[in-house]
């Protein structure tokens, strides 16, 4: 078990950043200095239970052995060849992530934000082509893109957007599930339509089957593209490849962003789009230094065939593990819903929480809390029951020790 607070031994880590980093992060006190599985250890060597994955981005936990044997091999052949030339690895990369989401044409990025701007350029160049008016972007309420000036201009949340302002123009918001909204905001000036299946960063919010069929209806009537933020709830956490796959017929989006998990931390992003968005970018128009690299894109590939051998146990874990969340939510009236899909799980509690990431800290856990009252739950897809079951009767503890903190 943890000592509390964590991992503050490193204090000198903690100045220097203070003294010389952009003050923009609040982190916690915890110097993280090296994982194994699905627990990481600070500095001192105190040891963790990582639910929350460096936000659903260590998918494979930590020192996957496939993975780390991939990157040692291709660090020492080729890391990085710029886009000027093929690498072995971009295109057959390319070729698999076409043939599990049924999007034939892929771009390979960084990150998600610029995954989502790339998707935004696509957009605009599609909907110019056809009208100079058909520049809006239809978003949800609480939706999250990423923090540049495209990807933020579609986020439905103020307080990430306000300091920016102006930004780029056209973004329309609706609320969330809401088709009459829906119907009544997209018309022939809609270039696209934005939708993360579940939301993240606002609070682990399911969009409905239904929802997304009218979506894609009103896509298809006012030739709009329909783009899925897959970066969070997508790349088999939902316990399919992508969260639209869950649906039954499956909803298919004409553009799906994806990120995090996808090279297992080793940063790559894409834009998967089919034949009719992908004709927007013609030679030129668009570009990445660093994306689609040998490294990023042969791990991302070994990644892809574990994840092939694990989509049965994410479903049955993610059962699991809101099986007994239920459980403690019948125990604890303060826990006022659990939701999610997968291995993508929130726990709304009836109050700010944002303390019990520090608590759970003290007691060896790593969880996170989103949209203030949303106790978040990225796991590794190779938890096991048994973790799952140590996971709860942690947070058992920590919901009954629960005091929430008096308003200053
Ligand atoms: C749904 C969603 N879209 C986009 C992003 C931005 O991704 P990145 O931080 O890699 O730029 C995130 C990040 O959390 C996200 O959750």
């Known amino acids: 078990m943890a000592s509390s607070p964590a991992g503050l031994q490193a204090r000198s880590v903690v100045d220097i950043e203070r003294e010389y980093l952009l003050q923009n992060y609040a982190r916690y006190p915890l110097v993280l200095h090296r994982g194994k599985g699905c627990f990481v250890y600070d500095a001192a060597g105190n040891r963790y239970l990582d639910l929350i994955t460096g936000i659903g981005v ?16 291709q660090a020492g052949l080729l890391i990085h060849t710029s886009n000027l030339y093929y690498n072995e690895y971009q295109g057959p990369l390319a070729e698999r992530l076409a043939r599990v989401s049924g999007l034939q044409r892929a771009f390979f990025s960084n990150s998600g934000a610029e995954s989502m701007e790339g998707a935004l350029k696509m957009a605009r160049a599609h909907g110019r082509a056809l009208n100079p008016d058909k520049i809006e972007v239809v978003a949800l309420h609480g939706s999250f893109h990423g923090r540049t000036f495209g990807a933020l201009s579609v ?9 920016f302002e102006p930004l780029v123009p056209g973004a329309r918001f609706v609320p969330l599930n809401d088709v009459a909204a829906l119907e ?22 399911p969009i409905t089957n239904e929802y997304a069929q009218r979506a894609r209806a009103l896509a298809d009537r006012f030739n709009a593209l329909l783009i899925f933020d897959e970066i969070q709830c997508g790349v088999g956490r939902p316990g399919t490849h992508f969260a639209y796959q869950t649906a039954d017929p499956v909803i298919q989006p004409d553009i799906m962003v994806a990120a995090k998990p996808l090279a ?8 998967m789009a089919n034949e009719k968005a992908a004709a927007a970018i013609s ?27 694990l989509l049965p146990q994410i479903r049955a874990l993610g059962k699991y593990f809101r099986m007994r969340l239920d459980e403690l939510a019948r125990r604890h009236h303060i826990v006022r819903e659990v939701r999610g899909q997968g291995l993508m799980i929130g726990m709304e509690l009836d109050q700010p929480c944002k303390q019990i990431v520090a608590d759970a800290m003290g007691e060896g856990l790593l969880i996170n809390v989103t949209h203030d009252r949303v106790i978040r739950l990225l796991p590794p897809y190779i938890i096991t029951e048994q973790l799952v079951d140590r996971a709860c009767t942690t947070m058992g503890k920590l919901l009954k020790n629960f005091k929430p903190v008096a308003a200053a």
């Not at 986020?155 to 300091?163: D, I, L, N, V």
């Not at 009544?184 to 960063?201: H, N």
């Not at 030679?283 to 051998?309: K, N, W």
């Open 58 to 73: 260590n998918a494979l936990g930590h020192a996957h052995p496939r993975i780390v044997k991939v990157i040692r091999a």
């Open 155 to 163: 986020t439905g949340q103020e307080k990430y957007r306000a300091p």
């Open 184 to 205: 009544q905001v997209v018309c022939d000036r809609t270039a696209a339509l934005v939708i993360e299946w579940v939301q993240g960063e606002g609070g682990i919010n």
């Open 264 to 271: 297992c931390g080793i940063p790559l992003g894409v834009i």
């Open 283 to 309: 030679s030129g128009m668009h570009g990445s230094t660093f994306g689609g690299g040998p490294l990023a894109c042969r791990v991302a590939l070994e990644f892809l065939d574990i994840l092939e051998e």
